[in-house]
T-cell receptor, first 106, second 116 residues
Framework: RKEVEQDPGPFNVPEGATVAFNCTYS??????FFWYRQDCRKEPKLLMS???SGNEDGRFTAQLNRASQYISLLIRDSKLSDSATYLC???????FGTGTRLQVFP | DTGVSQDPRHKITKRGQNVTFRCDPI?????LYWYRQTLGQGPEFLTY????????KSRLLSDRFSAERPKGSFSTLEIQRTEQGDSAMYLC??????????????FGPGTRLTVL
């Protein structure tokens, strides 16, 4: 089993849809998690950190489920500009997932 | 621009040649990381520095790879005797480093290496 796993997608959703991605991690001692967004042939850009209590930033919500060892990212009211690859990272292990590709269509 | 910068942005080389990449982190950041990314994969950790000290190296970092951060500011990554399998995007990131491994990493634009 990979240490950090993501469904590569692509997730094809219409504008306005709500979409959710999960990222599972294998090391129960992992402490720190982030979501990054990466556009094609560009560097990863920080989207949001993931706190135990969950956190929300506008249309984006990140949550951590320690019991089941996964983090999630929820995007509400999808925009065309949300089309990108979403990478999760277990920062204290310096391990990124392979990314989930999202394509939002009109 | 006060972000992470990398130079060159693109490098094409022939197999067997040596290449060197440079990364300039955000000025107040103590930690500097090197990653490699290939198509369809997430960034793979190579090595990181706390100031000038290289604290961890991945097993991905073969003997042909060497990284330095001599004054705790910019860093260089050298690949000797390049192979076609070295073709990838090489990403540099930096972070404040005040709380180990939990602070945010900011990435540079990467150096895309093509080995012919």
């Amino acid at each position: 089993r990979k240490e950090v796993e993501q469904d590569p997608g692509p997730f094809n959703v219409p504008e306005g849809a709500t979409v959710a991605f999960n990222c599972t991690y294998s090391n129960s001692a992992s402490q720190s998690f982030f979501w990054y967004r990466q556009d094609c042939r560009k560097e990863p850009k920080l989207l949001m950190s993931v706190y135990s209590s969950g956190n929300e930033d506008g249309r984006f919500t990140a949550q951590l489920n320690r019991a089941s060892q996964y983090i999630s990212l929820l995007i509400r009211d999808s925009k065309l500009s949300d089309s990108a690859t979403y990478l999760c990272v277990v920062t204290d292990k310096l391990i990124f997932g392979t990314g989930t590709r999202l394509q939002v269509f009109p | 621009d006060t972000g992470v910068s990398q130079d060159p942005r693109h490098k094409i080389t022939k197999r067997g040649q040596n290449v060197t990449f440079r990364c300039d982190p955000i000025s107040e950041h103590n930690r500097l990381y090197w990653y490699r990314q290939t198509l369809g994969q997430g960034p793979e950790f190579l090595t990181y520095f706390q100031n000038e000290a290289q604290l961890e190296k991945s097993r991905l970092l073969s003997d042909r790879f060497s990284a330095e951060r001599p004054k705790g500011s910019f860093s260089t990554l050298e690949i000797q005797r390049t192979e076609q399998g070295d073709s990838a995007m090489y990403l540099c990131a930096s972070s404040l480093g005040r709380v180990p491994f939990t602070d945010t990493q900011y990435f540079g634009p990467g150096t895309r290496l093509t080995v012919l």
